[in-house]
């Protein structure tokens, strides 16, 4: 038998056995599986760190709940739609689906060698007709219950992929990533808004950002096309309400999310507006209607439904709307027209200019702005720009009085009736005034789903000169895409075949939509589709839905937050509105995974420093990805750290294989008990760590174990029995970080079939607080091994480790639980046990009363000696003295220095 474990040596055969055994697969009569999923890949070609990291938290997670005895579903699937494939099928002058399908052979055998166990019955691919027909029905039905819009858009549009870009892909010139990094999903939304729920323009947080493309550096132009939203503002409310719910969920997603949608409880204010054959009111919204006072002009959107008709009659309107549209620059000063428009002043009366401004939205709040450049510090650029008023009608409590424009809150001041209210008093009872109502406004806008490329699911609408826009029949679903056309644009609109086709309502000539779905669509439900992803007669089996989620846990990057983990929130909503499921949240756990670096940056292939998952062999860095950080943390590959854990594979191997050469004995010793009380806290607290995720921690319980098995080996003769069960329990440890050696370890021991099927081992006793017995033994280890250190002694013959009386443990927890104020001194002494030693309980008391909330949880008098009884063999072993463990004697010297949580110690 080899002496050292080579996971490739026996990584093949293991595979065959559990496909032959069907290990994986979860039963579909199952009641109600544990549904851990990854976020699936996109279909790039190769496995990089972070899939691997990202799969190799979920496998474990999912083997654990096997061993717990739960049915598992966890299955995997393709993100493969989407533009990257259609760019590198132009660069290879292949097409597309061939491109993607020799990624996604790879990618699986690539995943197959690293051991996850995934039910690959339930494959799923996004580019498949039988996938793409369901995103096709699925629009269909949102369409008829009137979540999908048709209108035009100012995109972001890359002239040279020609499709638009989201608001996420457009990035700072220099800053875009290969993607190598930690990011599954590929591609974004079309979303646009201001700051903080405010229609001013701040220049980097809208969807007409100065940039370049995300995938070729390009610089991005704005364009207005006809599009397709998904209304998932009609969700706003509730998507934003349902936060507070998602505990599962990490608290910085959920601020991101809520950051996104961007709630405001503000005001809308209605100005007047007349001249130029204009006689309206014109609302604006605000966040700050304190400030109302303070307002010296009104500023339009060059989107405002007023500024078309001011244009058709002011060739400088005209001019300027027309540079503001296919502008893309930010601009350091915001640039305006002024018009022939007047506004009044809703409490003033005064009239005031209107402007068309360049930083004014049109899809944020009422796409116009009342101007306040003493509290506003775009308006106060733009009035400066423009030689207007600034007018300060709020003055600050404490700090610089002379800081313009001032910002914050404070009192009012030349705001007529309202002088001297605080701003938060003000904006309330303004909200009384006829001019102003309150309102509630949202940064999230509607999810444009509209793509000008090949290579993604067709929208199933037929446009009809007479009929309008016309679904496709479910019955003639899938709109399958056409063969792929070798062209810069949209080879779908090249394709005659596909744009020419019949009304399906009148019959008449039509032509067939030729945007395809934004390829968040696909992974907006695949989750569903994984529960019957053979079914031909609906996306997904309802009854089996309403039973098998919400997902149990699900695992991906932080960066997913505001799209993909928005959006199948949204979908899962619209579903249960549709009748389709009962669930309104999709996920119950959420957990992010941070990123492998190497010198200091994320692993990347465009930089260099990417390393390949296979290159130190599966089993060594998955256990690795895995052993090195808290999965939501970023942490460095460094080749010592990995030796690190080969080493350590090697050593529970060596464990296994050399315990034929044990000596034995039937005695039953206390180290024996010891051992087996050890094994059953592991068990607790591997457990605990496994269920929160914290696969480190594991790795470090499972050496501390090793480390205790191989000391209680070396130490002399062995309760086989007793030792082999810590052996039993080193192998399920292990196998879900590493199933390969689980595998090997389990069958070493002899035992029956495979761990992955075994039962998570049972302990002999309940052990509850096994943190406070491991602390308490180890502390006093290190008290003794002070002892030995500060007073010089080389060759101790005898240690004494003396248990604080029982009283003085009732006192103690008296105490600890009192609370703050409470008289827990008299209330102590009044209890029988304390009371029994009132003359030195007082003093005692007194002291721990002063320590307050400093005292930690201890063990009771009885509990702490027998843990402390049952560990002197590790100090006899350490120190090679005589070792005695008995509670403090009142008569002895040694009782007062015993307090709970520190025996008193005496070295001879």
């Given at each position: 038998?080899?002496?050292?474990?080579?996971?490739?040596?026996?990584?093949?055969?293991?595979?065959?056995?559990?496909?032959?055994?069907?290990?994986?697969?979860?039963?579909?009569?199952?009641?109600?599986?544990?549904?851990?999923?990854?976020?699936?890949?996109?279909?790039?070609?190769?496995?990089?760190?972070?899939?691997?990291?990202?799969?190799?938290?979920?496998?474990?997670?999912?083997?654990?709940?096997?061993?717990?005895?739960?049915?598992?579903?966890?299955?995997?699937?393709?993100?493969?739609?989407?533009?990257?494939?259609?760019?590198?099928?132009?660069?290879?002058?292949?097409?597309?689906?061939?491109?993607?399908?020799?990624?996604?052979?790879?990618?699986?055998?690539?995943?197959?060698?690293?051991?996850?166990?995934?039910?690959?019955?339930?494959?799923?691919?996004?580019?498949?007709?039988?996938?793409?027909?369901?995103?096709?029905?699925?629009?269909?039905?949102?369409?008829?219950?009137?979540?999908?819009?048709?209108?035009?858009?100012?995109?972001?549009?890359?002239?040279?992929?020609?499709?638009?870009?989201?608001?996420?892909?457009?990035?700072?010139?220099?800053?875009?990533?290969?993607?190598?990094?930690?990011?599954?999903?590929?591609?974004?939304?079309?979303?646009?808004?201001?700051?903080?729920?405010?229609?001013?323009?701040?220049?980097?947080?809208?969807?007409?950002?100065?940039?370049?493309?995300?995938?070729?550096?390009?610089?991005?132009?704005?364009?207005?096309?006809?599009?397709?939203?998904?209304?998932?503002?009609?969700?706003?409310?509730?998507?934003?309400?349902?936060?507070?719910?998602?505990?599962?969920?990490?608290?910085?997603?959920?601020?991101?999310?809520?950051?996104?949608?961007?709630?405001?409880?503000?005001?809308?204010?209605?100005?007047?507006?007349?001249?130029?054959?204009?006689?309206?009111?014109?609302?604006?919204?605000?966040?700050?209607?304190?400030?109302?006072?303070?307002?010296?002009?009104?500023?339009?959107?060059?989107?405002?439904?007023?500024?078309?008709?001011?244009?058709?009659?002011?060739?400088?309107?005209?001019?300027?709307?027309?540079?503001?549209?296919?502008?893309?620059?930010?601009?350091?000063?915001?640039?305006?027209?002024?018009?022939?428009?007047?506004?009044?002043?809703?409490?003033?009366?005064?009239?005031?200019?209107?402007?068309?401004?360049?930083?004014?939205?049109?899809?944020?709040?009422?796409?116009?702005?009342?101007?306040?450049?003493?509290?506003?510090?775009?308006?106060?650029?733009?009035?400066?720009?423009?030689?207007?008023?600034?007018?300060?009608?709020?003055?600050?409590?404490?700090?610089?009085?002379?800081?313009?424009?001032?910002?914050?809150?404070?009192?009012?001041?030349?705001?007529?009736?309202?002088?001297?209210?605080?701003?938060?008093?003000?904006?309330?009872?303004?909200?009384?005034?006829?001019?102003?109502?309150?309102?509630?406004?949202?940064?999230?806008?509607?999810?444009?789903?509209?793509?000008?490329?090949?290579?993604?699911?067709?929208?199933?609408?037929?446009h009809c000169e007479d009929c309008g826009h016309v679904p496709v029949p479910d019955?003639?679903?899938?709109?399958?895409?056409?063969?792929?056309?070798?062209?810069?644009?949209?080879?779908?609109?090249?394709?005659?075949?596909?744009?020419?086709?019949?009304?399906?309502?009148?019959?008449?000539?039509?032509?067939?939509?030729?945007?395809?779905?934004?390829?968040?669509?696909?992974?907006?439900?695949?989750?569903?589709?994984?529960?019957?992803?053979?079914?031909?007669?609906?996306?997904?089996?309802?009854?089996?839905?309403?039973?098998?989620?919400?997902?149990?846990?699900?695992?991906?990057?932080?960066?997913?937050?505001?799209?993909?983990?928005?959006?199948?929130?949204?979908?899962?909503?619209?579903?249960?509105?549709?009748?389709?499921?009962?669930?309104?949240?999709?996920?119950?756990?959420?957990?992010?995974?941070?990123?492998?670096?190497?010198?200091?940056?994320?692993?990347?292939?465009?930089?260099?420093?990417?390393?390949?998952?296979?290159?130190?062999?599966?089993?060594?860095?998955?256990?690795?990805?895995?052993?090195?950080?808290?999965?939501?943390?970023?942490?460095?590959?460094?080749?010592?750290?990995?030796?690190?854990?080969?080493?350590?594979?090697?050593?529970?191997?060596?464990?296994?294989?050399?315990?034929?050469?044990?000596?034995?004995?039937?005695?039953?010793?206390?180290?024996?008990?010891?051992?087996?009380?050890?094994?059953?806290?592991?068990?607790?607290?591997?457990?605990?760590?496994?269920?929160?995720?914290?696969?480190?921690?594991?790795?470090?319980?499972?050496?501390?174990?090793?480390?205790?098995?191989?000391?209680?080996?070396?130490?002399?003769?062995?309760?086989?029995?007793?030792?082999?069960?810590?052996?039993?329990?080193?192998?399920?440890?292990?196998?879900?970080?590493?199933?390969?050696?689980?595998?090997?370890?389990?069958?070493?021991?002899?035992?029956?079939?495979?761990?992955?099927?075994?039962?998570?081992?049972e302990p002999h006793e309940e052990v509850t607080e096994y943190e406070l017995e491991?602390?308490?033994?180890?502390?006093?280890?290190?008290?003794?091994?002070?002892?030995?250190?500060?007073?010089?002694?080389?060759?101790?013959?005898?240690?004494?480790?003396?248990?604080?009386?029982?009283?003085?443990?009732?006192?103690?927890?008296?105490?600890?639980?009192?609370?703050?104020?409470?008289?827990?001194?008299?209330?102590?002494?009044?209890?029988?046990?304390?009371?029994?030693?009132?003359?030195?309980?007082?003093?005692?008391?007194?002291?721990?009363?002063?320590?307050?909330?400093?005292?930690?949880?201890?063990?009771?008098?009885?509990?702490?000696?027998?843990?402390?009884?049952?560990?002197?063999?590790?100090?006899?072993?350490?120190?090679?003295?005589?070792?005695?463990?008995?509670?403090?004697?009142?008569?002895?010297?040694?009782?007062?220095?015993a307090e709970p949580t520190r025996p008193a110690i005496h070295i001879s």
């Amino acid at each position: 038998m080899s002496q050292r474990y080579n996971h490739a040596r026996v990584q093949e055969y293991w595979q065959y056995v559990w496909g032959a055994e069907g290990v994986y697969e979860c039963p579909d009569d199952a009641a109600d599986p544990t549904y851990v999923l990854g976020m699936f890949p996109y279909t790039s070609g190769t496995l990089h760190m972070g899939h691997v990291r990202n799969y190799a938290i979920t496998d474990a997670y999912a083997r654990y709940r096997w061993l717990q005895g739960d049915d598992v579903l966890q299955p995997m699937g393709w993100d493969a739609f989407g533009l990257p494939a259609e760019n590198a099928a132009y660069e290879r002058n292949t097409d597309p689906e061939s491109w993607t399908r020799s990624c996604i052979e790879q990618m699986r055998e690539e995943m197959e060698r690293m051991g996850f166990g995934y039910d690959w019955s339930r494959e799923i691919t996004t580019c498949e007709p039988a996938y793409y027909r369901w995103n096709q029905w699925l629009f269909t039905r949102l369409y008829e219950e009137g979540l999908v819009e048709y209108t035009a858009a100012r995109v972001n549009w890359c002239p040279d992929c020609e499709t638009v870009l989201a608001d996420a892909q457009v990035e700072t010139p220099g800053g875009s990533d290969d993607g190598d990094g930690e990011s599954e999903f590929r591609d974004g939304d079309g979303d646009s808004r201001g700051r903080d729920g405010d229609p001013r323009d701040g220049g980097t947080d809208h969807a007409h950002a100065a940039g370049v493309c995300w995938r070729c550096e390009t610089p991005v132009e704005g364009r207005e096309l006809d599009q397709w939203f998904f209304t998932i503002t009609d969700y706003a409310e509730e998507l934003h309400a349902g936060l507070d719910e998602l505990d599962g969920w990490p608290d910085s997603v959920r601020d991101i999310q809520r950051n996104w949608i961007g709630r405001q409880q503000s005001a809308r204010v209605s100005f007047p507006v007349f001249g130029a054959g204009v006689d309206r009111e014109v609302e604006v919204f605000t966040t700050r209607v304190d400030t109302v006072f303070g307002a010296t002009f009104l500023a339009l959107s060059p989107d405002h439904d007023l500024v078309d008709d001011l244009a058709a009659d002011d060739s400088e309107v005209a001019e300027f709307v027309d540079r503001a549209r296919a502008s893309q620059s930010t601009r350091a000063d915001p640039s305006g027209v002024e018009t022939d428009l007047r506004a009044t002043h809703p409490f003033t009366g005064e009239d005031l200019p209107v402007y068309v401004a360049d930083y004014v939205l049109d899809d944020v709040g009422t796409g116009a702005v009342m101007g306040v450049p003493g509290h506003n510090e775009r308006d106060h650029a733009f009035a400066t720009a423009h030689d207007l008023p600034v007018e300060r009608v709020v003055e600050p409590v404490d700090g610089d009085a002379s800081v313009e424009p001032f910002t914050g809150d404070g009192m009012l001041t030349d705001s007529g009736e309202y002088d001297g209210l605080a701003s938060a008093a003000a904006r309330e009872r303004l909200l009384d005034e006829d001019a102003v109502e309150a309102a509630t406004e949202y940064r999230l806008r509607d999810w444009l789903i509209s793509r000008q490329r090949y290579w993604g699911t067709p929208i199933p609408i037929v446009h009809c000169e007479d009929c309008g826009h016309v679904p496709v029949p479910d019955e003639d679903l899938p709109v399958e895409l056409p063969p792929y056309i070798r062209t810069a644009g949209n080879p779908l609109a090249e394709s005659d075949e596909f744009v020419e086709t019949e009304c399906p309502d009148c019959g008449r000539a039509a032509k067939r939509e030729t945007d395809t779905m934004d390829t968040f669509v696909d992974s907006s439900w695949y989750f569903l589709r994984f529960l019957s992803p053979d079914l031909e007669t609906a996306p997904f089996d309802s009854d089996l839905a309403d039973a098998w989620l919400p997902v149990d846990a699900y695992v991906g990057g932080e960066e997913h937050a505001i799209l993909h983990l928005l959006y199948i929130r949204f979908f899962t909503r619209a579903l249960a509105d549709l009748g389709l499921l009962e669930t309104r949240e999709p996920v119950d756990r959420l957990v992010n995974q941070g990123a492998v670096l190497y010198e200091g940056e994320k692993m990347s292939a465009s930089k260099g420093n990417a390393i390949a998952p296979h290159e130190y062999g599966a089993e060594t860095t998955r256990l690795f990805l895995l052993s090195a950080a808290h999965p939501a943390q970023d942490f460095e590959w460094t080749v010592k750290d990995v030796g690190d854990v080969y080493d350590f594979q090697q050593r529970l191997y060596a464990m296994i294989i050399e315990r034929d050469d044990l000596a034995t004995t039937d005695e039953r010793r206390t180290r024996d008990r010891y051992l087996d009380r050890e094994r059953d806290r592991t068990i607790a607290a591997v457990a605990d760590e496994y269920d929160r995720f914290r696969f480190h921690r594991v790795v470090s319980e499972i050496q501390r174990f090793a480390r205790l098995l191989r000391r209680y080996r070396e130490a002399g003769p062995v309760d086989e029995a007793a030792y082999v069960r810590g052996l039993e329990a080193l192998a399920r440890f292990v196998a879900p970080l590493a199933p390969y050696l689980g595998e090997e370890l389990w069958n070493l021991l002899d035992t029956e079939g495979l761990v992955v099927e075994a039962d998570w081992p049972e302990p002999h006793e309940e052990v509850t607080e096994y943190e406070l017995e491991r602390q308490l033994v180890d502390r006093t280890l290190d008290d003794v091994r002070d002892i030995t250190d500060v007073v010089d002694i080389t060759d101790p013959e005898r240690i004494e480790v003396v248990v604080a009386e029982a009283w003085k443990h009732r006192a103690y927890e008296l105490v600890r639980e009192s609370d703050p104020g409470e008289a827990v001194v008299s209330k102590a002494l009044d209890d029988d046990l304390v009371g029994e030693h009132r003359e030195r309980a007082g003093e005692y008391l007194a002291d721990l009363v002063e320590r307050g909330s400093g005292l930690e949880p201890a063990l009771d008098a009885e509990r702490e000696l027998g843990v402390l009884d049952g560990a002197a063999w590790l100090f006899e072993d350490e120190f090679d003295a005589d070792v005695v463990v008995r509670q403090a004697d009142p008569d002895d010297g040694l009782a007062a220095n015993a307090e709970p949580t520190r025996p008193a110690i005496h070295i001879s």
